[in-house]
């Protein structure tokens, strides 16, 4: 790994997350659905059973492998460093909206991009939507507005989101009864454990070493017009593209897509959402959880938002089904962005003083 | 160390102790139990098999009928068994193949749909209710029936409300995290 340069290992990440995800499908996670961060995170509200739909419920290994391939990625290269304190509230409630946001699409930031590689024309206005989210974070940030400075905590913060994910990994082997799986429905559709696992926490370690990030790679180009990620993400869409092709798992159109609708518009609004959401908290779900796993205890805040938000999309019936957004979603979706709004317009007040 | 710190440690090892002993106790007590020899998916396919010779037994006359083509009687025996039974969802997916018989292929359709809407088991694979290979080719066909007919009647909103229906059910069939 010391051979490699953060460009090629941002690459290299990318590839990984386009092979695992399509992988992850093929061998029995939902179709276009190998990896997705808000996916698993409904999922794993009820298996903990934050909210009663048993048909998603199941504690994705997945999860566990992306949180610990990161903590020991990053032990290993000495970048396990425990801060914390930056706004923890505010995190929360944007992890939240974020889910939220994801809810109404239908998909995080990665399947996006695994709905694209898979040919679902239906997240071109998802794609347009997450654009539009991160360039005008990256116009806000310009413009002063920031979260305030973390700082460095007693190590002992940093270990209790690892320390969450052995107990699950051990909830996953031990199955106690307070863990609720579903028999059917999307709960049961998963690839085999531990090739869950093992594909998680590659994808996990080398996320944590390239620092790789859907948003992070967006908001990098639009700031500074730097690629080193963004090559990443572009790898992570070629890989799984050429993959998907060549399991069979490519079907280029709009109808008849799995998981998606045809509410383009509030598409669009809902992962503008998540991508200014993300920006303000620098990183989207799957980021979230990698700095989690390094020692970012913010970054835990804001999972443990997203893990509310996931209990919630369910039972306020937040999230969007094959008909379309519900009407709850799309006021969420709105109070998401006032909720940003007020946000940014409080922060670049306290960064102009 | 001073003796706070002897206390504290002390304190935390056997707590630690105390705590794991209780945790393998009561594991190995569940394991024991007849509940954990049960496997929840055997449990699940004895519920689906109770549900379909149930269902077999309710609907015998229905499918017998619709197979002998016998439309009008079939259509009044479902209507018995659906106000007897006005939450099996099976009497949805009948009513569809009833109106599909009948050449109503839109509103079969939309049986389908309130059926599927109904229980997902019936698009789900993994359980022995799927009929989702059935359903396909009824949309493939009448798809392209409507298709044609929006040519020739472009202004007509009932055809476009049958194609959402077909579309639905094309992305619910398609399965995902839904």
Redesign the interface.
Known sequence: MGNFKTPDIAIIAGASLGLGAVLLSFLGNPVNSGICISCFMENLAGALQLQDDLRMSYLRPELVGFLLGSFFMAKKSRRFLVTGGSSPLIRFFLGFFIIVGCAVFIGCPIKLIQRLACGDLTAVAALFGLLFGVWLGAKYIRAGVVLDREKSMPTINGYIFPTIGVLLLLFIFLRPSFINQGQTGPAAQHAPVLISLAISLVVGALAQRSGLCITGGLRNFFLFRETTLLYGVLTFFISALLLSLLTGQFNLGINGQPASHMGHGWTFLAMTLVGLASVLIDGCPFRQLIKAGQGDVDAGITCFGMLTGAAIVITWLLRSTSAGPSFNGKIAVLTGLIFCFIVILTYRKVAKR | MDLIQKLTISALLALTIVTAGMLIQN?IA?LNSPEATTD??ID?QKIYEDKISKNTILYASVVDLLKQKQFSQADSKLQEIEASNPDNPQSLIYRAKLQYGLGESATAIHSYRLAIDSS??YI?K??PLFMGDEIMDVISETRSKLLREKKLKPGDTSIDIALEDI??L?????????
């Open positions: 594991h569940v929840p998916q699940l997902p088991d789900d993994k359980t579309y639905y094309q992305r619910r069939i398609a399965g995902g995290c839904e």
